[in-house]
Each structure stands twice: as C-alpha cells, then as structure tokens.
C-alpha cells in the first residue's frame, strides 16, 4: 500500500483545513488509518484514527471536538478535517496504516506541513 497526504498550508488561528490520505496498491489489507503530527522539537504524537470496517474512530484529547475523521472507501481516500486551529496545532502531519489489529502502523505517506499562526 502506498500513501498520498495532501491538504496542508498556512491558516490563522482559528481558521480550518482538510487533509486528505490516498491510499494505493493492496487496498483490501488496510485494518485501519490514523494522522499523527511531529511539531518541531517534539516527538511524533498520535491525532486520530478509523477503522477501515465499520469507522469506529478515535481521537487524541488535544483535538477531540475540533478535528474529525472520515474516509471514503470508494476512494480509498480518509479525510482529517480540522477546525478551530491552534498554533499549537503547527506540526507536520502523517497518515498512516496498519493492516493487523493491535499493531504498530506499518505503512506511512509522506508528511504535510500545517502551520498555523497567531
């Protein structure tokens, strides 16, 4: 499976945007997807995840009730809309999969910077 992120950019505080993941190749493994985000200095931290079956999703408590994931499985494609951005929300961010329940992510895109200002 390959990935494709997208959607990054510059917004003010409290402004929104939507990233998107492509996901290519052995679709049909995919167990779920999940955004993670390293801002500079820092490790990487998980954001939010879905289960590719079902849409169970799961979210850190930085962004619960500000960023919202979904995916189109026609597309292959899952979506992290974010609103109501925080400089703190600045980070590169990375879509991910992993195609075995309780598994580390084993497939990774390329990272999407989102910068976001005060």
């Known amino acids: 499976v390959q990935l494709q992120a997208s959607g990054g950019g510059l917004v003010q505080a409290g402004g929104s945007l939507r990233l998107s993941c492509a996901a290519s190749?052995?679709?049909?493994?995919?167990?779920?997807m999940g955004w993670f985000r390293q801002a500079p200095g820092k490790e990487r931290e998980f954001v939010a995840s879905?289960?590719?079956?079902?849409?169970?999703?799961y979210y850190a408590d930085s962004v619960k009730g500000r960023f919202t994931i979904s995916k189109d499985n026609a597309k292959n494609t899952v979506y992290l809309q974010m609103n109501s951005l925080k400089p703190e929300d600045t980070a590169v961010y990375y879509c991910?999969?992993?195609?075995?329940?309780?598994?580390?992510?084993?497939?990774w895109g390329q990272g999407t910077q989102v910068t976001v200002s005060s």
């Open positions: 190749g052995r679709t049909f493994s995919i167990y779920g």
């Open positions: 991910a999969i992993r195609t075995v329940p309780g598994k580390e992510y084993n497939v």
């Open positions: 879905i289960r590719w079956s079902g849409g169970s999703t």
